[in-house]
């Protein structure tokens, strides 16, 4: 079974930082990609950034503007996503999911909370 598992939200004061993790289960980690989105109250769900599985690339929203890094360790079959610099905009529930061959995702993590404070 196939399980993607969030953690390392929480509460901040603007300007802070937090990393969440992502631990994956049931599927071969190092052959697929992995995206974090992310859905804030009463907005729809966005793409925040995503890592390839081949070579470790990274993709990441431009709205970032370089405050979040992401990265993943295979040995250990978990994602990170370091966020620095966080702004009340960044609020909202954190999700992992695993990308398919064909560059859409079929597994999700249940969300993870993050709220920034002003």
């Known amino acids: 079974e196939v399980q993607l598992v969030e953690s390392g939200g929480g509460l901040v004061q603007a300007g802070g930082s937090l990393r969440l993790s992502c631990a994956a289960s049931g599927f071969t980690f190092d052959d697929y990609g992995i995206g974090w989105f992310r859905q804030a109250p009463g907005k729809e769900r966005e793409g925040v950034s995503c890592?390839?599985?081949?070579?470790?690339?990274?993709y990441y929203a431009k709205f970032l503007k370089g405050r979040f890094t992401m990265s993943r360790d295979n040995a250990k079959n978990t994602l990170y996503l370091q966020m620095n610099s966080l702004k009340s905009e960044d609020t909202g529930v954190y999700y992992c999911a695993k990308e398919t061959s064909r560059g859409e995702y079929d597994y999700w993590g249940q969300g993870n909370q993050v709220t920034v404070s002003s």
């Open positions: 890592i390839s599985n081949t070579d470790g690339s990274t």
